[in-house]
């Protein structure tokens, strides 16, 4: 059984930081790419940023960059996700998520490919 399990989440200040962590057990997640999604209410579940298998390609919405990190330690079995100059509209839940695995040079951006979810973390910014 695979397992995603986020943390990290809480409530900050605008301008503030966060780091939202997801710890996956139960397969290696070596060959997946995986993915930090949110969803704010009222608001569809969108993409925040994902990263392949290997940590070399990178991908942010473009509301994110600059602010946000997306990060993987695979002696973890961990994928990060450090937020800064956090503003009131990024507050939302936010979920990890990773595909089957494959070792693909780039992560998907479509959620449908994401297979296994987390529960999510819910993060609030205050104004």
């Known amino acids: 059984q695979v397992q995603l399990v986020e943390s990290g989440g809480g409530l900050v200040q605008a301008g503030g930081s966060l780091r939202l962590s997801c710890a996956v057990s139960g397969r290696t997640f070596t060959g997946a790419a995986m993915a930090w999604f949110r969803r704010a209410p009222g608001n569809e579940r969108e993409l925040v940023a994902a990263?392949?298998?290997?940590?070399?390609?990178?991908y942010y919405v473009d509301s994110m960059k600059g602010r946000f990190t997306i990060s993987r330690d695979s002696a973890k079995n961990t994928v990060y996700l450090q937020m800064s100059s956090l503003r009131p509209e990024d507050t939302a839940v936010y979920y990890c998520?990773?595909?089957?695995?494959?070792?693909?040079?780039?992560?998907?951006?479509?959620?449908?490919?994401?297979?296994?979810w987390g529960q999510g973390t819910q993060v609030t910014v205050s104004s």
């Open positions: 998520a990773a595909d089957r695995g494959g070792y693909s040079g780039r992560p998907y951006y479509d959620q449908r490919k994401y297979v296994y």
């Open positions: 990263i392949n298998w290997s940590g070399g390609y990178t």
